[in-house]
């Protein structure tokens, strides 16, 4: 079938799905590869017509689920296996790829992509910039984001994804890449705009995101893939991060219509997120609490921990509200059992206005009959830049570029990322039902807009309110939204069938 009347084939709204085909999905998506490190490699498609082409050898590097399950199976007997006394286990060389499309991407490949029915996605990031806050110059049509020049006018067509256990493995997969595409060479059909990659950080910090805060803990179980359930948040239908499964709705509950090539694929939102870690250091000493027995390191602890919902170690704040408790995390089932009920009407234990309470805000809404399923967002983000030199901590202030690539898929960016960063983060009288006259006020970590500033962060007077500065700590520098394929997508849609 020619392209064009695989486009004009009409399309299909999926029943309720009983397996998921774990061969067809992306792995990060549901897996999320196992790294150490990951480069986002984003592209620009200068020949339509060759890239499909080239397409061909690309897609058996695309790693799925299903690969990436026997990738952790082989990590987790590594670790098992008897080693030398003394000698700790190296890790396995493995490096995971894959690939999403933007909306401009898709038009240059002259794939109509209507009916992948998001707003968000076809008018592009940067087109959504001012609305989801980000500082910038003009406004409407003329708004320009304060973001780094390659993530402006369009012209990222796609992305590479490339995660491994080091630096080496992933060069050496962005070279093999590289070569499919001739980049550098007259057969090139693709060029390189720019990449940027992230790192786990050294030691104990491994696994915490720059200002400390233990990251990863809380992301949507997915019914059909997830195999055990621990107490917390409900799990949510595959459809909610997989476009055509069961789960996928529209806005009355109707299955969304998709094309064929659309089902198991998924939205994925990159965000080039920069963190003031010193100044945020700074912020919590300044402001640090003053209770009774705390010193003031304690004092600041304390602030951060009300300010993210969750204590550095992860223990969260509506269980372990004034003293820190790490063996919390050790529990799966405790770590993320917790609704916001202990206390939904006041704000001793938990500020409403805490990051993790605004982005999921459990039981303020579910009590209330409102359902968040639609959204939840899979997040899978990665650590850029180096740790705070010895300067920065003297100084208060940064002076290396150093942040967060968030990264997360779901099967709506309206519903999902657009949501949670407009109407929950930003919105100040967010989450509502509160029988306080308390304003909640800004997501202190992401919340973007003027006069920033929460209530809730001091437990011995939950009415007071925190200014928060006028710089945030988290700088948007740049970002886009890409759709991630299934394999037979790829294969069906995008190679070149002559
Ligand atoms: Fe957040 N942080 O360190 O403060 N986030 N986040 N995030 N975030 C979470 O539960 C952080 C950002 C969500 O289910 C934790 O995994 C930082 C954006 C959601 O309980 C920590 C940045 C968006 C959750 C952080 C950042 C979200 C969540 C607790 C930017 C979406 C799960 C660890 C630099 C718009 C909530 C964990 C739940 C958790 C931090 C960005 C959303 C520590 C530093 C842009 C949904």
Known sequence: MSDQAKQQSPAKAPGPVIDLDLNNIQGDILSGFPKKTETNYFFGIDNPDLFKQQLKNFIPLVKTVAQVLKDRKKIDDHKNA?????????????????????????????????????????????????????????????????WDAAFKGNQIHGSFLVAGDSHPTVDSKIREIEKIFGVNTPKSS??????????????????????????????????GFD??????????????????????????????????????????????????????????????????????????DLLGARLVGRWQSGAPVDLAPFEDDPDLVDHPDKVNSFEFTAERDFQKICPFAAHVRKTNPRADLEANGISIETKRILRRGIQFGP?????????????????????????????????????????????????????????????????????????????????????????????????VPSIKGLNEKFVATH
């Open 227 to 300: 195999q055990k359930i621990p107490p917390g948040p409900a799990p949510v239908h595959p459809g909610i991060v997989l476009l055509g499964r069961d789960g996928d709705n529209d806005s009355t509950g109707k299955p969304n219509v998709r094309d064929d090539w659309m089902v198991d694929g998924s939205f994925l939102v990159f965000r080039y997120l920069h963190q003031k870690v010193p100044e945020f250091n700074k912020f919590l000493s300044d402001n640090s609490l003053q209770l009774p027995g705390l010193s003031k390191k304690e004092g600041a």
């Open 82 to 146: 008897p080693h030398l006394p003394g000698g700790k286990p190296h890790l396995i060389k493995l490096a995971g790829v894959n690939v999403g499309f933007s909306h401009a991407g898709l038009a240059k490949l002259g794939i109509v992509d209507t009916n992948l029915l998001d707003t968000a996605f076809l008018g592009g990031q940067a087109a959504d910039a001012e609305g989801l806050g980000d500082p910038g110059s003009g406004t409407g049509p003329t708004f320009v984001p304060d």
């Open 190 to 223: 693709i060029c390189h705009i720019l990449s940027i990659s992230g790192d786990v950080r050294p030691g104990v910090e491994s696994g915490h995101e720059h200002f400390g805060f233990l990251d990863g803990i809380s992301n949507p179980l997915v019914i």
């Open 387 to 483: 740790e705070v030199s010895k300067q920065e901590q003297r100084e208060q202030r940064t002076i290396f570029a150093r942040g967060l690539l968030f990264q997360c898929y779901q099967s709506s960016i309206v519903n999902g990322f657009q949501f949670i960063q407009k109407s929950w983060a930003n919105n100040v009288n967010f989450p509502p039902f509160q029988k306080t006259p308390q304003v909640p006020g800004f997501d202190p970590i992401i919340g973007q807009g003027a006069n920033r500033k929460l209530s809730g962060y001091d437990p011995n007077d939950p009415s007071k309110e925190l200014a928060l500065p006028a710089d945030p700590w988290v700088v948007p520098r740049g970002g886009e939204y890409f759709f």
